[in-house]
């Protein structure tokens, strides 16, 4: 096999062909090995190039890696885009429900307003009243004598009154205290009213951080549930509402008792107990609004509850029942405002009489 034509090429000046260098490195060792050409160039069928000669390289690769991370920014970016509108969304509608609120609140305030003027009775018009489908005020009013006054219950607790204890105890019944538990809440009750330290038979006095105030009356409803023997009441839901220490008179108002509390009265029951109750709030059954029938007289009340004017039962029950004026009692006003889809609830008791209603208490629900 003949060699390739090779023609000797003056070198370059300064530069430095390292052996096997060029596009075709084993060509170029084996010349390099046969012949002393360091530093030459050499033709192959007439094609001349330099042994240090280079080809650009691809460069693909890290292309591809600058793309990925172009992504990767664009979605993080997206995703820090979508997270700050979503907060500023619910920044508004937080604002919006703020707003709401306020509003009702100030409903809430206007009906208990209204329902304070000494004019104002359940039938008053203006007790509700709605600017547009959900937004108004609507206002519930309900005589306070409906509830038990634990300051009458237990009033000389020296020396309890036997009628009114049978009363409170059948009233425990319908909660659902056995007999144990109402003897155990009636004599720490009355251990938490009277002075000294003898305790009653199930009773309990000062005991460490248990200290009764001997005061001989309540100052709260709140105050039952400091009281030992009070939990199988105070744990179930609504109890607050049957108690108070604002009613005047005291006895139980006929024109605004639940049903909880008329069923406790002595020769009542249940049956009658409804009836009355039938009869009371008329056609949409519930107390405090306007189409409540009111009561003429103690006498009409007692029909509706098949007690015989002036017989025995009725003598009886009479001690422990009063038939109050709405314009002039204390009464309870719930009133609840409304704007959006946000309610407020404002709970006054407040004594009507005269020009100048006097609030006892006030609450926000």
Not at 88 to 98: F, M
Not at 106 to 123: C, F, I, W
Not at 162 to 191: K, N
Request: contains cysteine; aromatic residues 8%.
């Amino acid at each position: 096999m003949s060699r390739p034509s090779v023609r000797p090429a003056a070198p370059v000046p300064g530069a430095k062909y390292p052996p096997g260098n060029g596009p075709f490195p084993a060509l170029g060792r084996a010349c390099h090995s046969a012949w002393p050409w360091n530093g030459f160039e050499f033709r192959i069928s007439n094609f001349e190039f330099p042994l240090n000669q280079r080809f650009p390289r691809h460069r693909t690769h890290s292309q591809g890696s600058v793309l990925i991370l172009a992504l990767w920014a664009l979605l993080l970016l997206s995703a820090a885009i979508l997270t700050w509108v979503k907060f500023i969304d619910q920044n508004i509608a937080g604002s919006g429900e703020r707003n709401n609120g306020l509003e009702a609140k100030a409903l809430a305030h206007s009906g208990v307003m209204v329902a304070l003027n000494p004019q104002v009775t359940q039938q008053t018009p203006l007790l509700s009243q709605w600017l547009s489908p959900t937004r108004g005020y609507k206002v519930q009013i309900t005589g306070e004598g409906g509830r038990l006054n634990l300051n009458w219950l237990f009033q000389a607790p020296q020396n309890p009154d036997a009628g009114r204890m049978a009363l409170f105890h059948r009233y425990l019944q319908r909660r659902g205290l056995d007999i144990q538990q109402q003897e155990r809440l009636t004599d720490c009750i009355l251990d938490w009213l009277t002075p000294g330290n003898i305790p009653r038979i199930n009773g309990a006095k000062a005991d460490g951080a248990y200290q009764p105030p001997g005061r001989g009356f309540f100052i709260s409803v709140d105050e039952l549930a400091m009281i030992k023997g009070s939990p199988p009441l105070v744990s179930q839901p609504g109890w607050q509402d049957d108690f108070t220490i604002y009613s005047d008179p005291p006895q139980i108002d006929l024109q605004s008792a639940p049903l909880r509390i008329l069923e406790c009265l002595p020769n009542v029951g249940e049956v009658n107990a409804m009836r009355l109750l039938k009869v009371r709030q008329g056609p949409d059954g519930v107390d405090g609004t306007a189409d409540d029938h009111i009561f003429s007289s103690v006498s009409e009340a007692f029909s509706y509850l098949n007690i015989v004017p002036n017989s025995p039962q009725a003598q009886l029950l009479a001690a422990f029942v009063t038939l109050n004026n709405p314009l002039n009692s204390i009464i309870r006003i719930k009133s609840t405002g409304q704007c959006g889809n946000v309610s407020r609830l404002s709970e006054v008791v407040a004594r009507k009489a005269g020009m100048q209603p006097i609030i006892l208490s006030w609450k926000e629900l």
